[in-house]
T-cell receptor, first 113, second 113 residues
């Protein structure tokens, strides 16, 4: 049973650049949520995708955008990176009928210099 | 006031003891409650969920929920050094369009041999 996968594992960018992170949900899951986890903090909800549409969004600026593909995989894009975007970015997958129960991928560690 | 609050710790217990982790939440509309374990440098792993008042047991873990006091806890019996990790409490709200988990900052647990 394939779990949630994310790529890349680590990424280093400079301020002002753009980044794309990728996620494939657990086999059988159709809903993907993205979270940002700063060092020493709990994850913060960015947004959730279902049926290729953003279903709800947390308190993040428009620099953060996403996409979901027909195969349920998802991308997170961040434009105009700044130092404060350095964090672990987590993808969580779930079933539309049970979005409470979310399973996290290994995460992408983004460092902005 | 933070929506979900946990003591950051570290909480230190000897091997074989009971570890007690606590979490309070501010929104009385919270309906679903989760405990995740996060090892250093890794992603959160779902270990327990609880929806109803009372206790729910799974192996060495017991989740306790008291909606009147807006309080949820996790007990770990016969603690092992391998239980040393950060434990994240998360809640989901009634009426929320599914999947937006609100996390506390986590409690670091250290189990000493």
């Amino acid at each position: 049973d394939a779990g949630v996968t994310q790529s890349p594992t680590h990424l280093i960018k400079t301020r002002g650049q753009q980044v794309t992170l990728r996620c494939s949900p657990k086999s059988g899951h159709d809903t993907v949520s993205w979270y940002q986890q700063a060092l020493g903090q709990g994850p913060q909800f960015i947004f959730q995708y279902y049926e290729e549409e953003e279903r709800q969004r947390g308190n993040f600026p428009d620099r953060f955008s996403g996409h979901q593909f027909p195969n349920y995989s998802s991308e997170l894009n961040v434009n105009a990176l700044w130092l404060g975007d350095s964090a672990l970015y987590l993808c969580a997958s779930s079933l539309a009928g049970d979005t409470d129960t979310q399973y996290f991928g290994p995460g992408t560690r983004l460092t902005v210099l | 006031q933070k929506e979900v609050e946990q003591n950051s710790g570290p909480l230190s217990v000897p091997e074989g003891a009971i570890a007690s982790l606590n979490c309070t939440y501010s929104d009385r509309g919270s309906q679903s409650f989760f405990w995740y374990r996060q090892y250093s440098g890794k992603s959160p792993e779902l270990i327990m969920f609880i929806y109803s008042n009372g206790d729910k047991e799974d192996g060495r873990f017991t989740a306790q929920l008291n909606k009147a006091s807006q309080y949820v806890s996790l007990l770990i019996r016969d603690s092992q050094p391998s239980d040393s990790a950060t434990y994240l409490c998360a809640v989901n709200l009634i009426g929320n369009q599914g999947g937006k988990l609100i996390f506390g900052q986590g409690t670091e647990l250290s189990v000493k041999p």
